[in-house]
């Protein structure tokens, strides 16, 4: 339910603060007062769009904040889906700045407005004079006999799985499209495949054999430079490592006079050995250096099979044609042996279809047995609404023919709906856009959602004017139809007529309040004389008599 709304900076509101109770909410005002600014600014935290325009302060950000308690909705899997923090007390919150920016908040989480709007619909269900068209979408019709049929867990259980069949059946169409494809290119694929495991690759081969060509190539400058640094090191009569003993001895016949230069000595000769060593190292190398015109040919065939192939494959690397050879590999055995895993998958698909048909027969007879009794229920408030000679009749088919790929099955079971109406006696039934008016369909939709409401738990539910057209005993009823519905639900109304004014278990009173230069909307929940007062003017006007004093004080049993 929807606890606490408040409103800052939005058409005529500066700031507002609304507690509401969790009954019959009722909202009353003058024509214009600002009752639909406050559901303007409701539908904001809803996900509806935002217009600085509106702005009561067009230097200042607008912020919209509902507070609700959603415990008996079942929402955790909602808020775990969009990572969101689970509150039993959840606020939505909506900040739009003058320049048109709009952020939107729950619980203190950014969130984007489609998950504000998911969210919102799931707390909040605003139906006014004019948003009759959802009564005559057949999503909704099933939902109503649904709700009534109270089969939500295998509803459930048929939607799980026909969501996997849909999953299960695209899979099949890829895999035949992917094995028809297979099998015309196999030749083509053998023989691309047959090259590249003739060529034998490995996958540091180019890099091994582009440094070994290296070295052939320059074989002779290597081997000179080589020599020249071993002459230097070690051949050479003023070689390094003779000048270096030298300097040893000379070093030797000093240690006696300092201890420091033993020391010194001891790592000359470390020098010595370690120069000794690369030298060895150099002279074993540049033996094995040596031209082999035969061995450059025959690496330079071998790089140039590689570079053809990554050529013609355009890739860079052996690790690359090597990868490209496993994809071939696979297509081949795709092409070879792809009937069988289609096979596979189309008897498992039957047998999930035999499943889905069964689910959905169950799901289909609980409907059939279920529309007679919403029929009598909704025809019985009707009647109570001055609608004595409503017929109402709601058609369950399943056809066999169906444009889905599914065959029959669809994401709600086998069955195509309608609803089919008349407010008149003598007059033929048809779709009830075509034969009710707005007032009429207001009722309908009045009585089947309180039909829903003692079936299943429906978020606040704000009835804007749906009281049109209706005066005197019918409107006494349909206050006590909302009287009703109040007790399984929030239920905020905003009326004209004193008879559903009466009915409210919180009557709240929206007004225009001139401040100087500025005009503001304001509201305030009225006591009890209060609304004795402001009933009794909307029986008689501005100054109420006593005689409708005393009928305002009957309607509230006072």
């Known amino acids: 339910m929807l606890q606490k709304l408040n409103i800052s900076n939005y058409a005529l509101i500066d700031n507002l603060e609304i507690s509401f109770d969790s009954g019959l909410n009722i909202l009353t005002g003058e024509t214009g007062a600002g009752k639909s600014i406050i559901l303007g600014a409701l539908s904001l935290i809803l996900g509806q769009r935002a217009e600085s325009r509106y702005f009561f302060n067009q230097q200042k950000k607008c912020v919209i904040e509902g507070t609700f308690k959603i415990g008996a909705f079942h929402l955790k899997t909602f808020f775990e889906d969009n990572d969101l923090d689970y509150e039993a007390e959840t606020v939505l919150r909506r900040e739009i700045s003058a320049d048109g920016k709009s952020r939107a908040f729950v619980n203190d989480t950014p969130v984007n407005l489609p998950a504000l709007k998911a969210l919102g619909e799931k707390l909040i269900d605003i139906h006014s004079q004019h948003a009759t068209l959802e009564i005559n979408d057949p999503e909704f019709q099933l939902l109503v006999v649904d709700a009534v049929a109270k089969h939500a867990d295998l509803l459930n259980e048929y939607r799980s799985k026909f969501r996997a069949y849909k999953k299960s059946n695209s ?72 000048q270096l003993r030298e300097a ?255 009915k409210g278990q919180s009557h709240y009173f929206v007004y225009k309040d001139d401040e100087g230069a500025t005009t503001y909307t304001r509201i305030k929940q009225l006591d009890k004389q209060e609304r004795i007062l402001a009933i009794a003017k909307m029986l008689s006007g501005d100054k109420p008599g006593e005689s409708a004093l005393q009928n305002a004080r009957e309607l509230l049993n006072v």
């Open 248 to 502: 040893g001895h000379q070093l030797v016949t000093l240690e006696k006079f300092n201890p420091l230069i033993a020391e010194l000595h001891q790592r000359l000769n470390s020098t010595i050995i370690e120069l000794k060593d690369i030298a060895t190292e150099i002279e074993i190398i540049e033996q094995r250096t040596h031209t082999n015109e035969a061995r450059a040919e025959e690496i330079n065939t071998r790089l140039s099979l590689i570079y053809n192939l990554q050529k013609k494959h355009r890739v860079n690397s052996n690790a690359e044609l090597l990868q490209l050879q496993d994809e071939l590999s696979g297509k081949i055995q795709q092409a070879v042996f792809g009937d069988e895993a289609i096979e596979k998958l189309k008897l498992q698909l039957n047998a999930d279809k035999n499943e889905l048909e069964e689910l959905a027969g169950e799901l289909s007879a609980n409907r059939k047995k279920t529309a007679p009794l919403i029929e009598a229920q909704v025809l019985k408030t009707l009647s109570e609404m001055g609608m004595e000679n409503a017929a109402l009749s709601i058609e369950l088919s399943s056809p066999l023919g169906h444009n889905s790929p599914f065959g029959a099955l669809g994401a709600n079971g086998v069955d195509e709906i309608r609803f089919l109406f008349n407010a008149n006696k003598g007059h033929a039934l048809a779709e009830m856009s075509k034969v009710a008016s707005g007032g009429e369909l207001s009722r309908l939709m009045l009585s089947i959602k309180s039909l829903i409401a003692q079936n299943t738990a429906l978020p606040t539910i704000i009835f804007d004017e749906i009281d049109t057209g209706v005066s005197g005993e019918v409107a006494n009823k349909v206050g006590q139809i909302m009287e009703r519905l109040a007790d399984n639900l929030q239920v905020i109304t905003i009326t004209h007529l004193p008879q559903i004014a009466s």
């Open 171 to 242: 899979k099949l169409q890829q895999l035949i499209e992917e094995s028809d494809k297979a099998k015309a290119d196999l030749d083509y694929f053998k023989f691309q495949f047959d090259e590249l495991e003739k060529a034998n690759l490995v996958a540091d081969e180019q890099e091994l054999l582009e440094q070994e060509l290296y070295t052939l190539n320059n074989a002779g400058e290597i081997k000179r430079n080589l020599l020249g640094a071993f002459y230097l090191m070690e051949d050479g009569e003023t070689s390094a490592i003779i």
